[in-house]
T-cell receptor, first 115, second 111 residues
């Protein structure tokens, strides 16, 4: 079956603009995660959802970042007033349920460049 | 807070050489431990995992043993192949689902 997909694969924007990044999880996976990977670093946790609700958003760096998952499937990560420091690869992952024993399947990522 | 430290790369080996990539962690409680791999142009994939002390995870010839006394989870392979060239990430999960990753170690295997 299809894996986790993310769109767009690349996004170039100007400082101060608003961007939306989309994640389509594996069908039937109830848990969805967002991570951010800066150059030369490992992925860093941002937020995760169980169903429609954000179970933990403690990794979001500030209030410019927001994520939704209104129907418990597709999720959108929204970044307002983008800054150059937001440039990174944004990774989405999904798992069958919210449990450490369930493998997280990662998408290919969206590379965001803020000029 | 929780953290993962892994050896810096790149690690450069000849085909059929023995591989060790060191990983140590700091965490409260008893986390699950993971190795993820990222092949060139591809997304992160789970390579192996261990959920409790003394467990050994293994896959594709790679192994790692959860050592609570040394807070380590070193990745080993007896004979690497060119196709193993990738970036390897050690990670932990503290009992719920979020993963804390190390910085990654690039492995380059030459024929």
């Amino acid at each position: 079956g299809a894996g986790v997909s993310q769109t767009p694969s690349n996004k170039v924007t100007e400082k101060g603009k608003y961007v939306e990044l989309r994640c389509d999880p594996i069908s039937g996976h109830t848990a969805l995660y967002w991570y951010r990977q800066s150059l030369g670093q490992g992925p860093e946790f941002l937020i995760y959802f169980q169903g429609t609700g954000a179970a933990d958003d403690s990794g979001l760096p500030n209030d410019r970042f927001f994520a939704v998952r209104p129907e418990g499937s597709v999720s959108t990560l929204k970044i307002q007033r983008t800054e150059r420091g937001d440039s990174a690869v944004y990774l989405c992952a999904s798992s069958l349920t919210l449990s450490e024993i369930n493998e997280q399947f990662f998408g290919p990522g969206t590379r965001l460049t803020v000029l | 807070g929780d953290s993962v430290t892994q050896m810096e790369g790149p690690v450069t080996l000849s085909e059929e050489a023995f591989l060790t990539i060191n990983c140590t962690y700091t965490a409260t409680g008893y986390p699950s431990l993971f190795w993820y791999v990222q092949y060139p142009g591809e997304g992160l994939q789970l390579l192996l995992k261990a959920t409790k002390a003394d467990d050994k995870g293994s896959n594709k010839g790679f192994e790692a043993t959860y050592r609570k006394e040394t807070t380590s989870f070193h990745l080993e392979k007896g004979s690497v192949q060119v196709s193993d060239s990738a970036v390897y990430f050690c990670a932990l999960s503290p009992g719920y689902s979020t993963l804390t990753f190390g910085k990654g170690t690039m492995l380059l295997v030459s024929p």
